[in-house]
């Protein structure tokens, strides 16, 4: 994803403490961007999320979790049910709004699986979530766009 048209609002998040392999972490003014790499652990979800709890003011914050380059054929059948297992753990405040940014049918699918996982277990409802192919709709719908 080509974040130069924000240039002038991005921000690098530095994270000492969180060591994530599996994405980079970016932070638009009140907007987080995930650039995830071809695999993803839980355990970095896991500190992901730990990370949003503890520091003051950032457990509401949008995201655009770009998963493009997410290899979903090496997802496992109980990784989604283990994803959401996970975010539960982390539900103490009111859902934010997650665009899920993916490049083909197959991760199209299981992501529109996992959107309605989080509303049948309660993480979020489905119009907290974006599932989408289209890069301008993503950071349109999560408000990163100046228009």
């Known amino acids: 994803m080509d974040y130069s048209f924000l240039e002038a609002r991005v ?22 961007v995930l650039r995830y790499a071809s695999e993803v652990s839980l355990a970095d979800i896991r500190a992901y999320l730990h990370y949003r ?7 509401p914050l949008d995201a655009l979790h770009d998963l493009r380059v997410y290899d979903f054929e090496r997802l496992q059948p109980d990784d989604l049910m283990k994803t959401i297992e996970i975010y539960q753990s982390f539900a ?3 859902p934010p709004r997650r665009a899920h940014l993916v490049a083909d049918t197959l991760g199209y699918g299981l992501m529109r699986q996992f959107q309605i996982m ?6 979020a409802a ?10 301008a709709e993503a950071v349109a719908w999560i408000g990163l766009s100046d228009s």
């Open 118 to 123: 989080n509303d049948v277990h309660g993480v």
């Open 126 to 135: 489905q119009d907290r979530l974006l599932v989408t192919t289209s890069e």
């Open 92 to 94: 103490k405040s009111a």
């Open 11 to 32: 921000y690098r998040v530095s994270l000492p403490v969180l060591k994530l392999a599996s994405f980079d972490v970016f932070l638009f003014g009140r907007r987080f």
């Open 53 to 59: 709890e503890v520091v003051p003011g950032a457990a």
